[in-house]
């Protein structure tokens, strides 16, 4: 089994803006069907990202090469992911979407270069995320699931630095800032209130005081 360099492990953790909250992981381990379905999904959307940064930029020899090879192995954490849902008789089906990359996919400018270079510090945070939590997760898993859960640490946190690598190789400027920004954004997701239960998902509501929590203005 690959293990993931410490030191490594540590400058992705430094990355990230916060720490995914406890009450996200005990919420974790009573959906653990819901968690690997969503899983399987987010590995779906991973190697369809890379794709959709291979067409658009055929130009960028490191880029197409990278994100082949990124694509591949999230191809093949998605069939991983799917064998234990088979194993385990859980169904597998489509559910909505957490607000966790809406929030951040709604940031991405619109135009290149500067669409591409947000696009591959949201792939940096979404894929150095899935690594913290697979991390904080393994622990309290069972044996299967804690030992493949650890075997993803390793490319997920090459896939991170991959992104933020290109990144910074196509900026005309500094990305400090950008980086920040979306970092603070991805923070919000993460730390605030969530109704919806995902693997990107923020607090749990039934987690977070009542007084905490939005609520919508009565009719008049």
């Not at 947000?118 to 699931?145: Q, W």
């Not at 993803?152 to 990144?167: F, G, W």
């Not at 605030?192 to 607090?203: A, I, K, M, Y």
Request: hydrophobic share 40%.
């Amino acid at each position: 089994m690959q293990q993931v360099d410490p030191i490594a492990l540590e400058e992705l953790k430094a990355f990230l803006p916060c720490e995914t909250p406890d009450s996200w992981v005990k919420e974790a381990l009573k959906n653990q069907e819901m968690l690997l379905v969503n899983h399987a999904y987010l590995e779906k959307c991973a190697a369809r990202t890379a794709l959709n940064l291979m067409f658009r930029h055929p130009d960028k020899p490191d880029l197409l090469h990278k994100m082949s090879k990124l694509a591949r192995e999230e191809l093949v954490h998605f069939e991983q992911v799917m064998k234990i849902i088979k194993k385990r008789g859980i169904k597998y089906k489509s559910h909505k979407p957490s607000r966790y990359a809406v929030l951040l996919g709604s940031e991405i400018r619109k135009q290149d270069p500067e669409k591409v270079i947000d696009t591959l510090i949201v792939g940096a945070l979404i894929e150095a995320r899935s690594c913290e939590r697979f991390d904080k997760l393994a622990p309290f898993l069972d044996e299967e699931l804690q030992k493949f859960y650890t075997s993803l640490l390793k490319s997920e946190a090459r896939h991170y630095k991959d992104y933020i690598t290109l990144a910074e190789k196509y900026a005309k400027e500094p990305i400090e800032e950008r980086i920040r920004f979306f970092t603070e954004l991805e923070k919000e997701a993460i730390e605030t209130p969530d109704p919806l239960f995902r693997f990107h998902s923020g607090v749990p509501v039934n987690a977070v005081p009542v007084n905490t929590v939005p609520t919508k203005e009565p009719a008049q």
